[in-house]
């Protein structure tokens, strides 16, 4: 395992047990119960999700990079740049790619049989943003071996936007109290919490925006960028229908791609 990868995951580790502690003094979402049950829910499909992520990094897209570094293949081993541009370059085409691949999951009907698993959490919190079903975890790494090869992105270019995409991913998906103002001034840049709520709102219209994962200008590009005040009430998920124990259960959250509505 790379070294930066050790550093990805423990200071994953160091945020997620920030935002977790923070969530507790200053939610924005009151009088919630069990969160260490569900946020241990959540984790455990994540640390399934953390093996089949690991074995796809190292295996097969390592070796795709590495093919295309050494064919001089994809758009950024055609470009004779500097390290920090072609590292600056690479985080956007990913970014840009992750809007992409967001907004596909949620137009395609099949995609988003497994991506609903993420969006039937009513009780979003910074546990969320690593709660998804291990299916989607292996095609989106699939179609990531097709993808980096035409990018010319290189495993170190990944790791680099995942030390960034982690912690921001947890952030916006935090149950935690913000000042309007700042979130404000955050989502000028960065995916806040309260851009991210309204994606997970139980409205079609909101819960098909905001798309974007760190850089919130692919959303504002592209016409898919929704707000409202901060204040507002709303509800998360995808309804009562999959509020029930049963799909919040490990074997519950397996089971609702195949689930007929």
């Keep these: 395992m790379h070294e930066q990868e050790y550093i990805k995951l423990t200071l994953l580790a160091g945020i997620y047990i920030l935002l977790f502690t923070y969530e507790q003094y200053r939610p924005y979402f009151q009088q919630r119960k069990g969160h260490a049950q569900h946020s241990a829910r959540n984790l455990f499909v994540a640390v399934i999700n953390a093996i089949?992520?690991?074995?796809?990094?190292?295996?097969?897209?390592?070796?795709?990079?590495?093919?295309?570094?050494?064919?001089?293949?994809?758009?950024?081993?055609?470009?004779?740049?500097?390290?920090?541009?072609?590292?600056?370059?690479?985080?956007?085409?990913?970014?840009?790619?992750?809007?992409?691949?967001?907004?596909?999951?949620?137009?395609?009907?099949?995609?988003?049989?497994?991506?609903?698993?993420?969006?039937?959490?009513?009780?979003?919190?910074?546990?969320?943003?690593?709660?998804?079903?291990?299916?989607?975890?292996?095609?989106?790494?699939?179609?990531?071996?097709?993808?980096?090869?035409?990018?010319?992105?290189?495993?170190?270019?990944?790791?680099?936007?995942?030390?960034?995409?982690?912690?921001?991913?947890?952030?916006?998906?935090?149950?935690?109290?913000i000042n309007e103002n700042l979130d404000k001034l955050l989502r000028i840049i960065i995916v806040t919490p309260h851009i991210h709520r309204l994606h997970h709102s139980n409205i079609k219209k909101e819960t098909d925006s905001n798309y974007s994962s760190i850089f919130s200008i692919w959303d504002r590009l592209f016409n898919s960028f929704t707000m409202r005040s901060i204040e507002t009430e709303f509800e998360l998920g995808l309804g009562e229908k999959y509020s029930a124990k049963e799909w919040n259960s490990f074997k519950g959250m397996l089971a609702i791609p195949f689930r007929k509505d």
Excluded: C
């Design 52 to 177: 089949i992520s690991a074995l796809f990094m190292v295996i097969a897209i390592s070796q795709t990079s590495q093919w295309a570094l050494e064919n001089n293949f994809g758009i950024l081993n055609q470009l004779n740049l500097p390290t920090i541009y072609t590292y600056l370059i690479a985080i956007l085409l990913i970014d840009s790619w992750q809007y992409a691949w967001h907004r596909m999951n949620h137009v395609i009907p099949l995609l988003w049989k497994f991506h609903r698993v993420h969006h039937s959490d009513k009780d979003m919190d910074a546990s969320t943003g690593l709660r998804f079903h291990p299916i989607e975890i292996i095609y989106s790494n699939t179609l990531r071996i097709a993808i980096i090869p035409l990018a010319g992105v290189q495993v170190e270019h990944l790791i680099a936007y995942e030390i960034i995409l982690l912690p921001i991913i947890l952030f916006h998906h935090s149950n935690i109290k």
